[in-house]
């Protein structure tokens, strides 16, 4: 059985580039610490670093180094911290924070502990989250470490696959290629897949699933050409509030001016709520290079979607 993750220090600063001071307990709203130099309405509300990274940094620079010398609000024990994602969350007690960013720029000579030792360790270990719920945080205080899980739905549109007159091999490859992008960033992930026919009533119902059930990703194939059947981007426009263009421009030009068929592809991309959707052509090959122009983008795009400053 594992340790528990437990809170063993809070602290707080009224000026920055200080060192902050543990104190008995702090108080969470949502602007971040109630009376610290680095509450507001931005991403970096909180700041969080792990015992762990703490002892590190002792024994490397020969000197007791007290919580709150590398300015975070709260010291963990238990949990690396430095291997969590942004989007993964925190709860103590009532309190639930989400992760927004892992590290940050050292600010240098203007840092306190960097003055003295000529190095820190909160731009490489530290973390910062931004206030879900408000409450109070003492040390003491157990840690329950949620990591997000990311929902996938794969939506393969064949008359003919569907009625089993030869298999679904896109959505397979498009679940293969996701299943790397996902294990390669370390993240959390579920994939869902359907096949249907070309069938506009069923798509449709399959989008309004999705989008009530805030999936991070939707992903068709089959049904952009020009064929009589083909109706997937006129099914899928209606429930995009943002279009992407410039990722289908792209694939057309680089693919089209090799393969002019290619340019006969209607595809589309685009935001439904926080839902990403990508309409891919029919078959295997199509999906390989449309995939290996979308998931360099992908992780930008989630972060952007969850209004997370990922530059």
Not at 43 to 70: M, P
Not at 279 to 304: C, D, F, N, Q
Request: proline share 5%; charged share 25%.
């Amino acid at each position: 059985m594992s340790s528990p993750i437990t809170v063993v220090s809070v602290n707080i600063s009224e000026k920055k580039g200080t060192i902050k001071i543990p104190v008995p307990e702090i108080e969470l709203n949502e602007l971040g610490v109630a009376r610290d130099a680095h509450a507001g309405d931005w991403h970096r509300q909180v700041s969080l670093l792990a015992d762990e990274s703490v002892q590190r940094f002792t024994h490397a620079a020969g000197r007791k180094i007290n919580y709150g010398e590398f300015a975070e609000n709260i010291t963990t024990r238990g949990l690396e911290l430095v291997n969590t994602h942004p989007l993964d969350r925190l709860t103590i007690g009532e309190v639930e924070l989400e992760i927004t960013q892992i590290g940050k720029e050292c600010h240098g000579t203007s840092c306190a502990i960097f003055k003295e030792v000529g190095n820190c360790v909160m731009p490489k270990e530290g973390i910062f989250a931004r206030v879900i719920k408000n409450g109070i945080v003492k040390a003491g205080d157990e840690v329950i470490y949620s990591p997000r899980i990311y929902n996938v739905l794969i939506i393969t549109l064949s008359d003919r696959a569907s009625r089993g007159e030869y298999s679904d091999r896109s959505g397979p490859k498009i679940e293969q290629i996701l299943s790397t992008f996902f294990e390669t960033e370390g993240w959390k992930f579920s994939i869902d897949r359907k096949l249907i026919p070309d069938d506009a009533e069923t798509l449709k119902i399959l989008l309004e699933e999705a989008r009530q059930k805030q999936i991070d990703i939707v992903i068709t194939t089959g049904g952009t050409g020009i064929g009589p059947r083909d109706i997937t981007p006129e099914v899928v426009k209606p429930y995009i509030d943002k279009e992407i263009p410039g990722i289908m421009e792209l694939i057309r030009f680089k693919y089209g001016s090799l393969k002019p068929n290619a340019l006969l592809s209607r595809a589309i991309a685009g935001v439904m709520q926080n839902t990403l959707i990508y309409t891919l052509p029919g078959s295997v090959k199509a999906v390989e290079e449309y995939l290996t122009e979308i998931t360099p983008t992908l992780r930008h795009s989630i972060y952007m979607l969850h209004n997370l400053d990922a530059h």
